[in-house]
Nanobody, 122 residues
Framework: QVQLVESGGGSVQAGGSLRLSCAAAGFTYNTYCLAWFRQAPGKEREWVAS???????VYANSVKGRFTASRDNAKNTAFLQMNSLKPEDSAMYSC????????????????WGQGTQVTVSS
């Protein structure tokens, strides 16, 4: 059974940090792209970052320099380290997986987690 389970969300003040985790099971993890998306109330889902099977990472301009995506293939887990958080980063963060190459289009992602809420207060 395929599972993606996020954890690590919470409430922080602006300038603070959080580290999200995404534990995967049920598929050949090290051949999949792992992506992070977020969605704030009343807004469209937004791509945040992706890690390729070979660990190359790419980021949305809005988080570049503040967020770091990584993965541990031995533990089937992806991470999103979020630093210098801003109120506009508040959203439900979800991880998603797609075989082989990455895509920023959420419709291309095959598996999704339930999400973890991040709230940043000013």
């Amino acid at each position: 059974q395929v599972q993606l389970v996020e954890s690590g969300g919470g409430s922080v003040q602006a300038g603070g940090s959080l580290r999200l985790s995404c534990a995967a099971a049920g598929f050949t993890y090290n051949t999949y792209c792992l992506a992070w998306f977020r969605q704030a109330p009343g807004k469209e889902r937004e791509w945040v970052a992706s890690t390729y099977p070979g660990a190359k990472t790419v980021y949305a301009n809005s988080v570049k320099g503040r967020f770091t995506a990584s993965r541990d293939n031995a533990k089937n887990t992806a991470f999103l380290q979020m630093n210098s958080l801003k109120p506009e980063d508040s959203a439900m963060y979800s991880c998603a997986a797609k075989h082989d190459y990455c895509s920023t289009d959420s419709r291309q992602l095959t598996y999704w987690g339930q999400g973890t809420q991040v709230t940043v207060s000013s």
